[in-house]
């Protein structure tokens, strides 16, 4: 016997697996079950996190402002003078 033949041996709608089943068509539907959890989780160390970006911004706008400064640095050569 095989399975078919059992599904059209039912003669009502019935759920199998999440799957709602009709023998009258023989098809099948999958419902998929809606649920809503609720997660409370807490983040360890993003205070810390926070202030070290804050840190490494302030110095790399300090890093660009030294590096601005020592583009616009003009150079003089004099040659042959101590």
């Known amino acids: ?3 078919t033949d059992v599904l059209k ?3 009502k709608n019935f759920t199998i697996g999440g799957i709602d089943y009709d ?3 023989g ?3 999958l419902k998929m079950k809606k649920e809503v959890f609720e997660i409370k989780a807490k983040v360890v160390g993003l205070d810390e996190a ?3 970006v804050e840190k ?3 110095l790399l706008e300090k890093a660009k402002t030294l590096a ?3 583009a616009s640095v ?3 050569l004099v040659f042959g003078e101590d």
């Open 68 to 70: 601005d400064e020592l």
């Open 56 to 58: 490494y911004i302030e």
């Open 74 to 76: 003009e150079f003089e």
């Open 27 to 29: 098809e099948g539907e």
């Open 23 to 25: 023998p009258q068509t």
């Open 9 to 11: 041996s039912v003669d």
């Open 1 to 3: 016997m095989k399975i």
């Open 50 to 52: 926070t202030e070290k």
